[in-house]
């Protein structure tokens, strides 16, 4: 008979410095990987398959039997009966420490940013950012991560409009701190939130070239994963 593990502190919901590598590397393999496979005007949701399909493939490649890559992840509103559901992550990753506990995750949230689209770089914050810090993502982690979609260089005047929003939004002490990029990335920064108005949750921000799916037309603006007439 199976018997329960015996946490200490909430060990789950950790990750050590070479698991975090590990995410930032196979996020930034995978949409190199995917890169090939993209098509003009490919939204968001779309294009997250096609990196989730190719993460899989580095994965596998790179021999990596510790964790696994989970497609949509569904958050179960457990305080109650019916249907309704708290949210859907874009990509989970699950370490081997974290096996057997559906709370345990590693989230990753997408989100499509241009140099010369606005409204995409504020819906980066309101409907990516904004999840995490309510804790509708990875209420209690250590860690999430954010990955941007780059359609347009150049990428610091995306780093520099998410900045300022995010310190707008959340305070000077949330603000964004440049890190060693990863040699895929346009971009990797990190921040801290108040989740909840107690937790500290920390986010990775990885920013990468994803201009084969920038639109063709003016249609950058239109909601991901809504229709678009050309």
């Known amino acids: 008979m199976l018997t329960p593990d015996i946490p200490f502190g909430v060990p789950a919901f950790a990750l050590s410095g070479d698991q975090i590598a590990t995410v930032l590397d196979l996020l930034c393999r995978g949409c190199d990987e995917a890169k090939p496979h993209l ?15 190719a993460m899989r493939r580095v994965k596998k490649s ?3 039997t510790n964790l696994q890559i989970r497609g ?18 874009d990509i989970t990753l699950q370490f081997l420490h974290q096996f057997g506990d559906e709370d ?20 980066y914050v309101a409907k990516g950012v904004e999840r995490f810090a309510a804790g509708r993502y990875a209420a209690g982690h250590e860690w999430g991560f954010m ?7 150049p990428a610091s005047t995306i780093v520099d409009a998410v900045d300022a929003r995010i310190r707008k939004t959340y305070g000077e002490s949330a603000g964004l701190t440049a890190e060693a ?11 801290a939130l108040v989740q909840n108005g107690s937790h500290v949750i920390r986010l990775k921000h990885v920013f990468v070239d994803m201009t084969p799916a920038a ?12 229709p678009v007439v050309q």
């Open 39 to 53: 098509t003009p005007g490919m939204l968001e949701v779309p294009t997250t398959i096609v990196v989730r399909k």
């Open 62 to 64: 790179l021999g990596l």
């Open 72 to 89: 949509e992840h569904e958050l179960e509103n457990m305080a109650n009966d019916d249907p309704t559901i708290l949210g859907r992550i």
């Open 104 to 123: 345990a995750y590693v989230a990753v949230e997408c989100k499509r940013v241009d140099s010369g689209d606005t409204s995409l770089n504020g819906s």
């Open 147 to 153: 990955l941007g979609y780059v359609l347009a260089l």
């Open 181 to 191: 990029s990863h040699s895929l990335a346009l971009a990797v920064l990190e921040g």
């Open 215 to 226: 639109p063709t037309t003016s249609s950058s603006a239109a909601a991901d994963g809504e």
